[in-house]
Structures are given as C-alpha cells and as structure tokens.
C-alpha cells in the first residue's frame, strides 16, 4: 500500500528556508487523482494546513503561509518537496505530508486520507 | 481563515457516548459538505476516522460517526474504549481550495 515518508534538516536558522521532501512509495505519485499536501503541527498545538500539489503541477497554499510557501512536485523521483522562505521560532513543528484523493477516486474523497510519520523541524541559531 | 473551534477536552467512562463539536463559518463547515475528523494518538501522526460529514473510510469502527448542522459539526463515539483516548480534529473545506483545521478535542477516557 502507499506510503508516505518525511526528509529534510531537523534545525533551520531564523530567516532561512525550510526545506523538506516527501517520498510516496508503493504507488506512483502520478497514478490516479490525489492531491499530495503538507501540514504541521506546533508542539502540543493543533493541525494547520499549508498547502498541496496536483500531479500537474498546480498547487494551493494557505492564505497565511502563501507569501513564504511553495511546494513543487518531481514525478520521475515519486516525491514532493515544500519550500518555506525567511523562517522564525513559529515555524518550528512537526511537518506531515499527506494524501488527498479527488473526488473522482474511489477512496476517501478531498480528506487526508494516508499520511507520513511527520519530521520535526527547529527554527533556532 | 480562523481556525474551527473546537472543545478543549472531553472526557466519558467506558462504554459510554461521547460527542465532539466543531464550529466555522458559513465560508467553511457550514458552506460545504467536506467536513473530516482525524484521531491522533500521542506521538503518532492522524488517523482519518469520518470525511464527507459522516462518511466512515474502510477498516474505521462504526462506534464513530459524523453529523453536521448549520456552522457545526460533531463527532459521536459510541461504546467508548479505553483505546480511543486521543486528541481528534475536525477539518473543512474552506473554499478557494484552501484547507481549515480545528484547534484539537483531547479525549480522556475515564
């Protein structure tokens, strides 16, 4: 079955960028209509979504976050990466990456249906 | 984009039913049917228990169930096990595809 799984530098410095890659495996990520997201969570705080990613490339972020966010897809690696510029001690979380399925599939439709263990990333000096 | 409000904590004895609200906005759970609910043990990432309102994914117990009215949705945990002590988020479609979570239901069961 799929599976999702989180990499990237667990200690980012303040101002710089958080850069983080999900690997999808026992499927291709190009297969079927999913959306592929990311989410984090603060340390005993609740969920926030930040954005997700069609196969084709078009993307969606959080109003909040959009200024700072871009998330991109690489097909032929079975992978999808977020991009989070000019950091602070905000942005420290666990970061999940996750799986929608569109409504045309026939899994649970537009809700995050398989998910990664997480990473947990620090934003200090 | 505010987060949905949910009850800090909620708590029940075994065997017993329980009920999680999550309250939006007309712009989000009360405008569209996309509501989800996520079971999250300490340490561990989301579980998908309920989308589309009250949809139950394959392998989910019937115990839960999903339900919406106006701005408001719940959860409903019936027969209550002590495996289903956990934090629970509600989450929305918030149009413009964008995405609202609630801010987290610790459940205790006592």
């Known amino acids: 079955q799929v599976q999702l799984q989180e990499s990237g530098p667990g200690l980012v410095k303040p101002s710089q960028t958080l850069s983080l890659t999900c690997t999808v495996s026992?499927?291709?990520?190009?297969?079927?209509?999913?959306?592929w997201s990311w989410i984090r969570q603060p340390a005993g705080k609740g969920l926030e979504w930040i954005g997700r990613?069609?196969?084709?490339?078009?993307?969606n972020y959080n109003p909040s976050l959009k200024s700072r966010v871009t998330i991109s897809v690489d097909t032929s690696k079975n992978q999808f990466s977020l991009k989070l510029s000019s950091v602070t001690a905000a942005d420290t979380a666990v970061y999940y990456c996750?799986?929608?399925?569109?409504?045309?599939?026939?899994?649970?439709?537009?809700?995050?249906?398989?998910w990664g263990q997480g990473t947990m990333v620090t934003v200090s000096s | 984009q505010s987060a949905l409000t949910q009850p800090a904590s909620v708590s029940g004895s075994p065997g017993q039913s329980i009920t999680i609200s999550c309250t939006g906005t007309?712009?989000?759970?009360?405008?569209?049917?996309?509501v989800s609910w996520y079971q999250q043990h300490p340490g561990k990432a989301p579980k998908l228990m309920i989308y589309?309102?009250?949809k139950r994914p394959s392998g989910v117990s019937n115990r839960f169930s999903g339900s919406k009215s106006g701005n408001t949705a719940s959860l409903t945990i019936s027969g209550l096990q002590a495996e289903d002590e956990a934090d629970y988020y509600c989450?929305?479609?918030?149009?413009?595809?964008?995405?609202?979570f609630g801010g987290g239901t610790k459940l205790t069961v006592l």
């Open positions: 589309d309102v009250s």
């Open positions: 007309s712009s989000d759970v009360g405008g569209y049917n996309y």
């Open positions: 990613i069609y196969t084709s490339g078009s993307t």
């Open positions: 026992g499927g291709s990520i190009s297969s079927g209509s999913y959306y």
């Open positions: 989450c929305s479609y918030a149009g413009s595809s964008t995405w609202v």
């Open positions: 996750a799986r929608v399925p569109g409504r045309e599939m026939a899994s649970p439709a537009d809700a995050f249906d398989i």
